[in-house]
């Protein structure tokens, strides 16, 4: 049987599917130039390529194709935000979620577990009930519940009787969910190349051609490009290159740590997060508990771990769930985030006329990919703001409009 | 862990310590117009480097100014912040 199956490998009748771009030299222009080869620079370059017929872009990618954040996040998909303009923006990102396996022909492993958010307080019950009500208005699936019924939902729940934090109701939000975030990269990257996108990898930016308030060239450790427009999808390093552009943005960045246990039979079926002791957790369909918290305490550019976050992360999740003392860590590591001062991401438009943005993705990026594709894609190729991300231009801050979702975070920060 | 040389405690651990942003140097409240003022508030250089920042020893009060690497999370220096403000800044009422 291992023979049959190493002859059906190596056979050439089924040769093996290369889905991206092979190495080749990057062309002298392009008409648009993805600075980012993540889930967010791959799903613009997907939609410009499916909707706009704009085929004639590279992606350039310091690393490997997913390699930053999109492989660094814990994969969490929800909708169940506090303002309009969030709630309205992330559930249009679910709505493309649930299908995108069928549109790839490529499986994501989109799974509709629901996600529960704990309250301790009366003062989290009230933002809840809040919440809810949003959330219900604006078609996304959200409701107040009380302890009998995350009871049920998770059995193995501490409910925290007659202990520091005994839990009073929750969130439950039926439309989350989660994803394999590597399988949407690559789904989104599959599906541009085979329009015609090329994809670069360890193809690192490092300066930008500006001149009279117009982007003219790309340059980069493999030669300059010249481009009809660019736009930068670099979480974690939105800052660095805005300041190659020549301006600021109002961002801080963090890393965030988070953590996975050996895998275990299936025991947990919601995304579970629990605010008061900054912490939440998933089982993945594998079987391992992914665990993350909230970002760090002071900025950095390092994806290093720290011990007292580990701690913090550990002392939360046994708070929770008591039997996950028992269990081995497998491995652990750190994504960065960058931080925007009101917990939205900062899209569209930059002082530079050809140029845009899709930044300040701080915690909230992956759950937001299909639908900052779709709407970035449409920017570039019609010049036009599309509306749901018009409250997030970086201008919103001079004029002191904040989309404030500092309180709908899975672990405060 | 980690430890922070504080100018005036010595050498403590880091999770004594909160963090207070990047030292920037504030526009002058009574002339400057509101966009400045949003730029001064919200954006930053945010650089990959040593940068000047506020820090606070929690169990003290106790303000001081740290040169960090942002990049290999190394405190270069610490000092107080008398060395760098050395007038106090009057904020003037509206009605007068």
């Not at chain 1, 679910?94 to 704990?118: H, P």
């Not at chain 1, 994809?199 to 340059?219: F, P, S, Y």
């Not at chain 1, 002392?315 to 994504?335: D, K, T």
């Not at chain 2, 990049?71 to 009057?90: G, M, N, Q, W």
Request: net charge negative; hydrophobic share 35%; glycine share 10%.
């Amino acid at each position: 049987m291992p023979f049959g199956l190493l002859k059906y490998g190596l056979s050439k009748t089924y040769p093996a599917k290369h889905h991206f771009t092979p190495r080749k030299d990057l062309k002298k222009h392009y008409d648009v130039v993805i600075i980012g080869g993540g889930g967010h620079g791959a799903a613009i370059a997907y939609y410009l390529a499916k909707y706009h017929g704009i085929t004639d872009i590279a992606i350039l990618e310091k690393g490997y194709l997913g390699g930053g954040n999109t492989g660094r996040n814990t994969a969490v998909l929800r909708a169940n935000y506090l303002t309009e303009e969030g709630v309205t923006f992330y559930r249009e990102s679910l709505k493309l979620y649930r299908d995108l396996s069928n549109e790839f022909d490529y499986n994501i492993m989109w799974e509709n577990r629901g996600q529960l958010t704990l309250a301790t307080t009366d003062a989290a019950i009230g933002s809840f009930r809040w919440r809810a009500e949003v959330n219900k208005h604006l078609g996304v699936q959200s409701e107040l519940i009380g302890r009998d019924e995350i009871r049920e939902l998770v059995p193995l729940l501490n409910l925290g009787d007659g202990g520091r934090y005994p839990i009073l109701g929750g969130l439950w939000h039926a439309d989350g969910g989660t994803a394999r975030h590597d399988a949407v990269v690559w789904g989104y990257a599959k599906g541009a190349c085979e329009r015609g996108v090329e994809l670069h990898q360890l193809t690192e930016v490092t300066g930008l051609d500006v001149e009279h308030g117009r982007i003219k060239a790309v340059l980069t450790n493999r030669g300059t490009v010249q481009c009809g427009c660019a736009v930068q999808a670099v979480a974690g390093t939105s800052s660095l290159l805005a300041a190659m552009a020549g301006f600021k943005l109002p961002i801080h960045t963090y890393p965030l740590q988070a953590m996975v246990t050996q895998p275990y039979k299936p025991i947990l079926d919601p995304l579970v997060s629990a605010p008061h002791v900054h912490v939440y957790i998933q089982q993945t369909s594998r079987g391992e508990f992914v665990i993350g918290g909230g970002s760090d305490p002071y900025p950095l550019y390092n994806t290093r771990s720290t011990l007292e976050m580990k701690e913090s992360l550990c002392s939360a999740i046994q708070e929770l769930f008591p039997f996950i003392g028992q269990m081995r860590l497998l491995r652990q590591w750190a994504g960065i985030t960058d931080m925007t001062p009101d917990y939205s991401p900062i899209m569209g438009l930059s002082p530079v006329e050809n140029y845009y943005l899709d930044a300040g993705w701080g915690t909230w990026g992956f759950k937001a990919t299909p639908i900052s594709g779709k709407t970035m894609a449409e920017l570039i190729a019609t010049g036009r703001v599309p509306d749901l991300i018009k409250p997030f231009g970086v201008d919103r801050f001079l004029r002191f409009e904040q989309v404030n979702e500092a309180g709908a975070t899975a672990a405060s920060h | 862990m980690k430890i922070v040389p504080c100018p005036l405690n010595g050498p403590r651990n880091i999770s004594e310590f909160a963090y207070g942003g990047e030292v920037e140097l504030m526009p002058d409240p009574n002339t400057s117009s509101s966009e400045e003022w949003a730029e001064y508030i919200f954006f930053s250089d945010n650089p990959a480097g040593v940068v000047r920042e506020w820090w606070c020893h929690s169990a003290t009060s106790y303000w001081f100014i740290a040169e960090r690497n942002t990049v290999t999370d190394e405190i270069v220096r610490t000092y107080p912040a008398s060395e760098l403000f050395k007038e106090r800044v009057e904020f003037k009422k509206e009605s007068e």
